[in-house]
């Protein structure tokens, strides 16, 4: 937690107030972003994102596993965040496993729609190899390697870039299997398919800070907040999850109208996101 004094509570207020924040943007800019694929050589995808002094990494590793029973059609997608302590004190011992918690929980909720999968951002029947049998299992793991607020949408960043990075080796069955035998399979060690990522979406928080809500808050910002919503859109605007923390209530016109501020907002994340993207790729 970060401490302020009165005083530096009521510039950091009063800047927000008049839609100037203490470095400078307005209440809805984005601070730099920067993007880095490529940067496990032995996970299948990996990228490091930086928003401001927010660092973070996200790695893919793809195994073929088994569908689950509900959902035979499926493969199946796991998030893990780990909160490192280097990049804060305070994630050290139980603080950095509660958040890590939290920040995992959220993302599943954001990307894949909660544990049903319903309305998820990830395609996960684009992840299915043989029908009931064999699909693949992505495992995503975040690291928070500085912090510095506004962790969840870095986070969904970097799993966006990591996904775009990704090659998942071509798969041929060789030989179909009866009853519940796993078929044969020839993976390819040369073969790789690109993950579609054109159905995965950002992550845009919009921070209660007094009387009016901020994009991107940093640290400081975020010790005075009431309350935070963050909001998972795709490119083609729909809303793929949404969760909310603070102790402050909100009306569903208030929701109404931060969905549409967190639309309008998103469109010039992905746009820089894909340019990013783009030139870290052309770079490796």
């Not at 009866?178 to 993976?187: K, N, Y």
């Not at 907040?225 to 208030?254: E, F, Q, Y």
Request: overall charge negative.
């Amino acid at each position: 937690m970060v401490g302020l004094s009165a005083g530096e509570k009521n510039f950091l207020q009063g800047g927000i107030d008049q839609d100037l924040r203490s470095d400078g943007r307005n209440r809805n800019t984005h601070r730099p972003i920067s993007v880095e694929t490529g940067v496990i050589p032995q996970a299948n995808g990996s990228a490091r994102v930086r928003m401001g002094a927010t660092e973070v990494i996200a790695s893919v590793k793809a195994e073929l596993g088994r569908p689950a029973a509900l959902q035979p059609d499926k493969g199946k997608v796991a998030i893990f965040v780990d909160c490192s302590p280097v990049a804060n004190p305070v994630f050290e011992g139980r603080g950095g496993e509660e958040l890590s918690l939290e920040l995992s929980v959220a993302l599943q909720q954001c990307l894949l729609g909660g544990k049903s999968g319903a309305g998820a951002g990830i395609d996960l029947s684009s992840l299915m190899v043989v029908e009931g049998k064999l699909c693949w299992d992505l495992y995503i793991d975040g690291l928070v390697v500085s912090s510095d607020g506004n962790l969840l949408d870095a986070l969904g960043a970097s799993i966006m870039a990591a996904l775009s990075n990704t090659g998942i080796p071509r798969v041929q069955v060789a030989a179909a299997a009866s009853g519940d035998e796993e078929p044969e399979v020839d993976i390819s060690d040369e073969e790789y398919l690109q993950f579609d990522t054109s159905g995965v979406p950002v992550i845009v928080t919009l921070t209660k800070v007094g009387r009016h809500y901020i994009v991107d808050a940093t640290s400081e910002e975020e010790s005075q907040m009431t309350s935070a919503v963050s909001i998972s859109i795709n490119r083609k605007g729909h809303i793929c999850g949404l969760t909310k923390r603070g102790s402050s209530g909100l009306d569903s016109s208030i929701i109404s109208d931060m969905i549409s501020v967190a639309q309008h907002i998103s469109v010039q994340l992905i746009n820089k996101l894909d340019s990013e993207i783009s030139a870290a790729e052309a770079d490796e």
